[in-house]
């Protein structure tokens, strides 16, 4: 099975045995006190191995090196020196380590294992299935932020050129710190760029119907197991037009997740202009309520039409009421245009009152750091004023200069201004005291009389 191996593993394990050869030479262990196998308590070879799960190919286990938790992926036993699941094995590995997304876990190397055999060495992650996460108490909220960032890992492996095709709540990791995702298991894993083991594969339930029966990978396959995972996160009414093209057949499907993430960014769109359109059902209301008083005042003057006597009454009220109608017509349009202009204006003052509290936030975050830095910077006693004011303006500057670069300018000047009245505050309180002491001094010192 040498001729699988690609070159550049080769290149690179024939660098560490020359590095290793070399370290060999030029040092000795046995003289330096340092152990081959171990440094600093630290053992260079998996320990504490732990068997998580199991299944008819793969072995998962977590076991400790250099003093962290590894996650560790091998084959069964029974089928470890089967071609086409080594082949499939490394078939994960190339795909996983190009990946680097902080919502994908990461490989790092393909490493005999003592006990497992050949096994992909990947990050441990401390956390549950999203599976288990959902059976807990959960908000609304956070569920739309799970699935959008599984919504984007997903968009970042088919930009790779990659197609899941196991997409399935038991392959989400939901972090216990945090609660963000870690998509996982790419066993099933598929790129135009691979050449082997192109069969259909997948999770039935989670599977698209065309997937069940066509090798060739479609990143639609994936938005199809997104939907249905959708489904079961309830992530409101908003989404089930979503999630309902999400699980259409594949040619009415969303085309890619580019499309999905639009189409989400539009629903969030939606719920903000809900009570503008509640505003203006009132108004259509209204306005069909006049128009049905016209039309019963209709047929009122055809009643009395007949009614000679009156006739000239009734063509001078009917006129009167025409010009009524008019006057509220235009009024109503005012009104429109009014409430139009005024939710406009409401929209903008919103915007700048956000603006204007995430700069406060902004700049108290600042001020309050800068605080601490300025008091650090001139605590120490024993020094003169002068000494500990420069102290304090170096220390101003230095924060300014490394610890602002999300400031606006105006921002950063307010900031300073605040850390050098501060500091001003500072000398004042530094410089009573001083003279205080003096005059205790001078008071002490001086010669009493009788």
Request: proline fraction near 2%.
């Amino acid at each position: 099975m040498f001729h699988f191996i690609p070159f550049r593993y080769l290149f690179v394990l024939l660098q560490k045995i020359c590095y290793f050869c070399t370290m060999q030479r030029d040092y000795d262990s046995s003289a330096s006190g340092y152990l081959s196998d171990s440094f600093e308590g630290l053992s260079q070879v998996f320990t504490d191995v732990e068997i998580l799960n199991t299944s008819e190919v793969n072995v998962v286990a977590k076991a400790k090196r250099y003093g962290r938790w590894w996650l560790l992926k091998g084959l069964q036993q029974e089928i470890a020196n089967e071609a086409g699941f080594k082949q499939r094995l490394r078939k994960e590995l190339e795909i996983l380590i190009q990946l680097q997304h902080p919502n994908i876990v990461s490989a790092f190397a393909l490493e005999m294992v003592d006990g497992l055999g050949m096994c992909i060495v990947m990050e441990y992650v401390e956390g549950s299935t999203l599976k288990e996460w959902l059976r807990g108490k959960t908000q609304r909220l956070t569920r739309q932020r799970i699935a959008r960032e599984l919504t984007d890992a997903v968009g970042y492996i088919h930009s790779k050129g990659i197609v899941h095709r196991d997409l399935k709540p038991e392959n989400v990791i939901i972090t216990h710190n945090g609660e963000n995702v870690k998509l996982i298991d790419f066993g099933l894993a598929d790129t135009d760029s691979h050449t082997v083991l192109k069969q259909p594969a997948g999770t039935p339930r989670y599977m698209s119907p065309e997937q069940m029966h066509t090798s060739v990978a479609d990143v639609r396959n994936d938005i199809y197991s997104l939907g249905i995972i959708f489904q079961q996160m309830k992530l409101g009414p908003g989404y089930r037009s979503i999630i309902k093209r999400c699980i259409l057949p594949i040619d009415r499907r969303y085309p890619n997740v580019q499309a999905l993430q639009k189409a989400v960014v539009r629903q969030r769109a939606c719920v903000r202009w809900g009570m503008i359109l509640a505003a203006s059902l009132i108004l259509l209301m209204a306005i069909a309520s006049l128009v049905a008083l016209g039309l019963r005042q209709k047929e009122q003057n055809a009643f009395i039409e007949g009614q000679q006597g009156i006739i000239q009454a009734q063509q001078t009220e009917i006129k009167q009421q025409r010009h009524k109608m008019d006057s509220l017509q235009r009024q109503v349009g005012e009104s429109v245009d009014e409430m139009a202009d005024y939710q406009k204006r409401q929209q903008r003052k919103e915007e700048d009152e956000r603006l204007h509290e995430q700069s406060q936030e902004r700049m108290s975050k600042a001020f309050m750091a800068g605080i601490d830095s300025l008091r650090k910077a001139v605590k120490e006693k024993g020094t003169s004023i002068d000494e500990r004011r420069n102290r304090g303006q170096y220390a101003i500057e230095h924060f300014m200069e490394t610890q602002t670069h999300d400031l606006t300018n105006k921002e950063k000047k307010e900031v300073r201004t605040g850390l050098i009245r501060n500091l001003d505050a500072y000398m004042r309180v530094w410089k009573n005291t001083e003279e205080q002491l003096n005059r205790m001094r001078n008071e002490h010192n001086s010669p009493t009389t009788d």
